[in-house]
C-alpha cells in the first residue's frame, strides 16, 4: 500500500488521467450546458452587434469581439478555479481525493487556464461562422460574414511590431492575467474575483503611491529614459520579462497554497 506521504508529493500520469475522466463524468452535463450556453449568448451578441451596420462589420470587428469576451470570460472563468473550496465539506472531500498536489494543481491549470486559451477562441470561430451563414441566408446585404481567425492573429501580431518580446508580451498578457485569478481562487474561499480585483487595486495603488513617492523624493519628474536604453526603445520588454516572472511566482504561490491546505 502507498505512503500517503509519497501520494502527496509524485506526480502520477495514471491518477491524473483517473482524475480527468473522473471529472469529466461528473460534470459532464454542467459542461454541455456551459458549451451551449456560450455559443447562444455569442451568437446572439455578434447578431445584435451586427445589426446596427451589417455594411461596416469586418473580420477587424470579429477579432474585437473576441478579444473583448476573451478576457471577460477568461476573467471570471479562471477565478472559479478550485470550486470545491467554496465549501467547507467539499473543500474535505476534494483535499482527501487520492491524488497528490501536484496531479490537482496540474488539472485545475490545465482545464481553468491552459484549455481556455486554447479552445475558447477555436469555439467562438466556429459559432461566428455558423452565425453569419444564418445571418447572411436572411441578409443577403451582409456579405463580410466569413470570420479568419488566423487572419485575426497575425493583425493583432503584426499591430505590435517585429519585436519578439512584445509579442511574446501580448501572449502572456492574458496568461498573466488568468494566473492572478488562478491563484485568487486557491487563496480566496468566499468571493474570489471580487476579493482577488480588490487585492489587485489596493497593489496597484500601493505601487502608484511608491513611485509617487519616489519621484518627488528623488526629483525625477523631468527624467527622460537616454536613446538606445531598454525603457525608451523597448518600454514593452520589461512588462513581458516581468509578466512571465510573476506568473511563475503566482503558480509557485498557488501551489504551496494547495499544499498547505491539504496538510
Not at 459532464?28 to 451586427?50: H, N, P, R, T
Not at 474535505?92 to 497528490?100: E, K
Not at 469555439?123 to 451582409?142: D, M, Q, R, S
Not at 511608491?210 to 525625477?220: Q, R, S
Request: proline residues 3%; contains cysteine; glycine residues 4%.
Amino acid at each position: 500500500m502507498n505512503d500517503p506521504m509519497e501520494t502527496n508529493n509524485i506526480f502520477s500520469f495514471k491518477r491524473f488521467i483517473l482524475l480527468c475522466k473522473q471529472s469529466l463524468i461528473i460534470n459532464k452535463k454542467l459542461i454541455g450546458i456551459s458549451l451551449a450556453g456560450f455559443s447562444g449568448f455569442v451568437f446572439l451578441l455578434l447578431y445584435l452587434f451586427q445589426k446596427k451596420s451589417f455594411q461596416s462589420w469586418d473580420n477587424a470587428s470579429y477579432t474585437r469581439m473576441l478579444l473583448y469576451l476573451f478576457f471577460t470570460i477568461g476573467t471570471i472563468y479562471s477565478s472559479l478555479s478550485f470550486p470545491a473550496f467554496r465549501m467547507k465539506e467539499k473543500s474535505i472531500t476534494y483535499l482527501m481525493l487520492p491524488a497528490s498536489i501536484s496531479e490537482k494543481f496540474t488539472f485545475e491549470l490545465l482545464i481553468r487556464v491552459v484549455m481556455f486559451i486554447l479552445l475558447m477562441p477555436v469555439l467562438y470561430w466556429a459559432v461566428a461562422n455558423i452565425e453569419g451563414t444564418i445571418v447572411h441566408h436572411f441578409k443577403p446585404e451582409f456579405q463580410n460574414y466569413k470570420f479568419s481567425l488566423i487572419d485575426g492573429w497575425s493583425k493583432i501580431l503584426h499591430d505590435t511590431g517585429d519585436f519578439k518580446l512584445r509579442k511574446i508580451f501580448f501572449i502572456q498578457y492574458p496568461l498573466f492575467i488568468f494566473t492572478v485569478m488562478f491563484a485568487g481562487a486557491c487563496h480566496f474561499s468566499k468571493s474570489p474575483l471580487l476579493k482577488t480585483l480588490f487585492t489587485i487595486s489596493i497593489i496597484m495603488v500601493g505601487y502608484a503611491v511608491l513611485i509617487y513617492i519616489l519621484t518627488k523624493g528623488f526629483n525625477v519628474r523631468g527624467y527622460i529614459a537616454r536613446e538606445g536604453s531598454v525603457f525608451f526603445d523597448e518600454p514593452l520588454t520589461v512588462y513581458a520579462i516581468s509578466s512571465i516572472v510573476a506568473s511563475l511566482c503566482l503558480l509557485a504561490v498557488t501551489f504551496f497554497k494547495l499544499k498547505e491546505k491539504e496538510a
